[in-house]
C-alpha cells in the first residue's frame, strides 16, 4: 500500500510541476513496480496487453478521420451553417458557437479537437462583434464539452476498451444527453443575453438556411450514417472507424477539395503522432492500474467511499465517484485512461451499470477541462482570445455551474443515458 500511496503521489507531484503526462506516468508506474517488489518484466507485459485490445482499433480511426475532416476546413461549412439556423437570435454568435460546437464536435469526437477546429473561427468572430474576449473563450470552451458526448467519442473508446462496456452502446448512450446539453446551453445563452444586451448577428433568412444547409450537407453525413448504422447493427465501432476515415478523404478531397492528395502524408503523420501519444498514456495507464489493484487500493476506496457516502443507495456513491474523477480531472488530462482502471473494480464491486457511468465519466472529464489549476479548455481558448485563464474561469462560472447541474440529473435519471441503447441493442 505505501508503493502505491507514493506512486499517486509521485504522478500528481510531477503533473503540478508541469512534467509531461507520459514521463510523470512512466515514473509513477516504475516507482510502484519496484517499491512494491513485483517483477520487472511485467510492466512491458501490462502495457503491451492493455493496448491489445480489439475495442482501441477504432481509436487510432476516428482520431484519423478527424484530422482529415479538421484540415479539410469542414468547421468553415459548419459555422457559417449555424450562423444561418440561430445567428438572428439574440446573443446570436454566442448561440452559433453552441451549435457549431454540437455539429463539429460529434465529427471529432474530442473536446481539444472541437477547441482546434472551431474557436479559431468563433473567438475573433465574436470579438469583432464587441463580445468581450472573455466571453467569447468561456462560451467556446464549456460548448466544447458537448463533442464528447455525441458520437464518435474518443473519450468513450478509451473507456469501453478498459471497462469492456460496448462501444457502441457508449456511442448511442451520449447522443441523447450531448443534445439536451447543447440545448440547455443555448437556453443559457439566451438568458444571459438578455440580462447582458448581446445582440443579434443578421436576420433569419430561408435562403442563406438553404444555401449554407447545401454547403455543409456532406459534412452531416459521417455522423449520420455512424450513428445510424450502429444503431441498426450495419457495422461495428471499429467499422465505422475505418469507414469515417474514408468518406473523410472523400468530401475533403474529392468533394469539397479543400485537401489536395499530396497534403495527405502530413494529415496522416499528424494523426499517427496523436494516436501514438494518447496510446502510450493509455498502456502505462493500464500498467498502472493493475499495479494498483495489486496493492489493494480498490478495496481500500470502497471502504472510503463507504464511510463519505450518506445512506446506502446508488445515487450517494455514483456522486462520490464523480466528485473523485472531477478533482482528479482538474490535475489529469487524459483522465479515463489513468482514473478508470483504478476504481473499476470499485463499480463492478457496487453493480454499478458501467454504461451510465461512462456517461457520468466523460461529463466529468469535461467539468475538469473547466477547472483550475489545469483546465486545459480554458488555456487553449485563453490563448486564441489572449485573455488570461482565470478572467475566464470567472467569466464562465454559469455555464459551469449548468454542467454540475446537468451531470446530478443524469445521475438521478439513468435512462437519459440508457433508453436509447435498450431499444435499439
Given at each position: 500500500m505505501?508503493?502505491a500511496?507514493?506512486?499517486?503521489?509521485?504522478?500528481?507531484?510531477?503533473?503540478?510541476?508541469?512534467?509531461?503526462?507520459?514521463?510523470?506516468?512512466?515514473?509513477?508506474?516504475?516507482?510502484n513496480?519496484?517499491?512494491?517488489?513485483?517483477?520487472?518484466?511485467?510492466?512491458?507485459?501490462?502495457?503491451?496487453?492493455?493496448?491489445s485490445?480489439f475495442?482501441?482499433?477504432?481509436?487510432?480511426?476516428?482520431?484519423?478521420?478527424?484530422?482529415?475532416?479538421?484540415?479539410?476546413?469542414?468547421?468553415?461549412?459548419?459555422?457559417?451553417?449555424?450562423?444561418?439556423?440561430?445567428?438572428?437570435?439574440?446573443?446570436?454568435?454566442?448561440?452559433v458557437?453552441?451549435?457549431?460546437?454540437?455539429?463539429?464536435?460529434?465529427?471529432?469526437?474530442?473536446?481539444?479537437?472541437?477547441?482546434?477546429?472551431?474557436?479559431?473561427?468563433?473567438?475573433?468572430?465574436?470579438?469583432?462583434?464587441?463580445?468581450?474576449?472573455?466571453?467569447?473563450?468561456?462560451?467556446?470552451?464549456?460548448?466544447?464539452?458537448?463533442?464528447?458526448?455525441?458520437p464518435?467519442?474518443?473519450?468513450m473508446?478509451?473507456?469501453?476498451?478498459?471497462?469492456?462496456?460496448?462501444?457502441?452502446?457508449?456511442?448511442?448512450?451520449?447522443?441523447?444527453?450531448?443534445?439536451?446539453?447543447?440545448?440547455?446551453?443555448?437556453?443559457?445563452?439566451?438568458?444571459?443575453?438578455?440580462?447582458?444586451?448581446?445582440?443579434?448577428?443578421?436576420?433569419?433568412?430561408?435562403?442563406?438556411?438553404?444555401?449554407?444547409?447545401?454547403?455543409?450537407?456532406?459534412?452531416?453525413?459521417?455522423?449520420?450514417i455512424?450513428?445510424?448504422g450502429?444503431?441498426?447493427?450495419?457495422f461495428?465501432?471499429?467499422?465505422?472507424?475505418?469507414?469515417?476515415v474514408?468518406?473523410?478523404?472523400?468530401?475533403?478531397?474529392?468533394?469539397?477539395?479543400?485537401?489536395?492528395?499530396?497534403?495527405?502524408?502530413?494529415?496522416?503523420?499528424?494523426?499517427?503522432?496523436?494516436t501514438?501519444?494518447?496510446?502510450?498514456?493509455v498502456?502505462?495507464?493500464?500498467a498502472?492500474?493493475?499495479?494498483?489493484?495489486?496493492?489493494h487500493?480498490?478495496?481500500?476506496?470502497?471502504?472510503?467511499?463507504?464511510?463519505?457516502?450518506?445512506?446506502?443507495?446508488?445515487?450517494?456513491r455514483?456522486?462520490?465517484?464523480?466528485?473523485?474523477?472531477?478533482?482528479?480531472?482538474?490535475?489529469?488530462d487524459?483522465?479515463?485512461p489513468?482514473?478508470?482502471?483504478?476504481?473499476?473494480?470499485?463499480l463492478?464491486?457496487?453493480?454499478?451499470?458501467?454504461?451510465?457511468?461512462?456517461?457520468?465519466?466523460?461529463?466529468?472529464?469535461?467539468?475538469?477541462?473547466?477547472?483550475?489549476?489545469?483546465?486545459?479548455?480554458?488555456?487553449?481558448?485563453?490563448?486564441?482570445?489572449?485573455?488570461?485563464?482565470?478572467?475566464?474561469?470567472?467569466?464562465?462560472?454559469?455555464?459551469?455551474?449548468?454542467?454540475?447541474?446537468?451531470?446530478?440529473?443524469?445521475?438521478?435519471?439513468?435512462?437519459?443515458?440508457?433508453?436509447?441503447?435498450?431499444?435499439?441493442?
Amino acid at each position: 500500500m505505501t508503493s502505491a500511496l507514493i506512486a499517486i503521489a509521485s504522478l500528481l507531484g510531477l503533473l503540478i510541476l508541469g512534467v509531461p503526462m507520459v514521463a510523470a506516468l512512466l515514473v509513477a508506474v516504475a516507482l510502484n513496480f519496484y517499491l512494491g517488489g513485483q517483477w520487472g518484466m511485467m510492466l512491458p507485459q501490462t502495457m503491451v496487453s492493455g493496448v491489445s485490445q480489439f475495442t482501441l482499433l477504432a481509436l487510432p480511426l476516428f482520431v484519423l478521420a478527424g484530422v482529415i475532416m479538421n484540415a479539410g476546413g469542414i468547421s468553415g461549412r459548419l459555422f457559417e451553417f449555424a450562423r444561418a439556423l440561430v445567428g438572428w437570435m439574440r446573443g446570436g454568435l454566442a448561440q452559433v458557437n453552441v451549435l457549431t460546437s454540437m455539429f463539429f464536435g460529434g465529427m471529432i469526437g474530442s473536446s481539444t479537437a472541437d477547441l482546434a477546429g472551431s474557436s479559431s473561427i468563433l473567438i475573433p468572430a465574436m470579438k469583432r462583434e464587441g463580445y468581450p474576449g472573455d466571453v467569447a473563450a468561456a462560451v467556446s470552451a464549456s460548448s466544447c464539452g458537448i463533442g464528447p458526448l455525441i458520437p464518435p467519442s474518443s473519450p468513450m473508446i478509451l473507456y469501453s476498451a478498459i471497462t469492456g462496456t460496448s462501444l457502441g452502446a457508449l456511442f448511442l448512450a451520449g447522443l441523447i444527453p450531448g443534445i439536451l446539453l447543447g440545448l440547455t446551453f443555448m437556453v443559457l445563452v439566451m438568458f444571459l443575453a438578455w440580462r447582458r444586451g448581446w445582440r443579434r448577428h443578421g436576420s433569419l433568412s430561408g435562403w442563406d438556411i438553404l444555401r449554407s444547409g447545401r454547403r455543409a450537407s456532406l459534412a452531416f453525413g459521417m455522423p449520420a450514417i455512424i450513428v445510424g448504422g450502429l444503431a441498426f447493427g450495419v457495422f461495428t465501432p471499429s467499422e465505422a472507424g475505418a469507414f469515417a476515415v474514408v468518406y473523410a478523404i472523400l468530401v475533403s478531397v474529392f468533394a469539397y477539395r479543400t485537401l489536395h492528395l499530396r497534403e495527405l502524408y502530413r494529415v496522416f503523420v499528424v494523426g499517427l503522432q496523436l494516436t501514438g501519444e494518447l496510446l502510450i498514456i493509455v498502456s502505462l495507464s493500464f500498467a498502472l492500474g493493475a499495479s494498483l489493484s495489486s496493492a489493494h487500493v480498490p478495496q481500500i476506496l470502497a471502504s472510503v467511499i463507504d464511510v463519505l457516502t450518506i445512506g446506502d443507495g446508488m445515487f450517494a456513491r455514483l456522486l462520490v465517484l464523480v466528485i473523485l474523477a472531477v478533482l482528479a480531472g482538474m490535475f489529469l488530462d487524459p483522465l479515463i485512461p489513468v482514473l478508470v482502471p483504478v476504481i473499476l473494480p470499485t463499480l463492478l464491486f457496487y453493480d454499478a451499470d458501467l454504461l451510465h457511468f461512462g456517461v457520468l465519466m466523460v461529463m466529468s472529464v469535461v467539468i475538469g477541462q473547466l477547472t483550475p489549476p489545469l483546465a486545459i479548455a480554458l488555456i487553449i481558448t485563453g490563448r486564441i482570445a489572449g485573455v488570461d485563464q482565470m478572467r475566464i474561469f470567472v467569466t464562465n462560472l454559469p455555464f459551469l455551474l449548468t454542467l454540475v447541474a446537468f451531470t446530478l440529473v443524469l445521475m438521478a435519471f439513468p435512462g437519459i443515458a440508457t433508453w436509447l441503447p435498450s431499444i435499439t441493442q
